[in-house]
Nanobody, 112 residues
Framework: QVQLVESGGGLVQPGGSLRLSCAASGFTFSSAVMRWYRQAPGKEREWVARITSSGAIRNFADSVKGRFTISRDNSKNTVYLQMNSLKPEDTAVYYC?????WGKGNLVTVSS
């Protein structure tokens, strides 16, 4: 049974940083492309970042490029999203994804 469990969200001031984690189980994590998505209030879910199985290739949405990084630890079956220079428009529920599987999401609120 595939499980994706996000953690690390919360309230942060503009300009601050947060790191999200996604602990995975139930599949061969080291072979899987992992993605982060987000859904802001009243908006559709949007893709944020992607990392290949080895971590060699990482891609980012234009809206987060230069501020967010994605990484993974295949020994811990965990993927991370480091979010720096956060803006109010980054406020959203952040979801971890692989194949057709989704985590339940983790809320990030950027506000003063």
């Amino acid at each position: 049974q595939v499980q994706l469990v996000e953690s690390g969200g919360g309230l942060v001031q503009p300009g601050g940083s947060l790191r999200l984690s996604c602990a995975a189980s139930g599949f061969t994590f080291s072979s899987a492309v992992m993605r982060w998505y987000r859904q802001a209030p009243g908006k559709e879910r949007e893709w944020v970042a992607r990392i290949t199985s080895s971590g060699a290739i990482r891609n980012f949405a234009d809206s987060v490029k230069g501020r967010f990084t994605i990484s993974r630890d295949n020994s811990k079956n965990t993927v991370y999203l480091q979010m720096n220079s956060l803006k109010p428009e980054d406020t959203a529920v952040y979801y971890c994804n692989t194949m057709d599987y989704w985590g339940k999401g983790n809320l990030v609120t950027v506000s003063s």
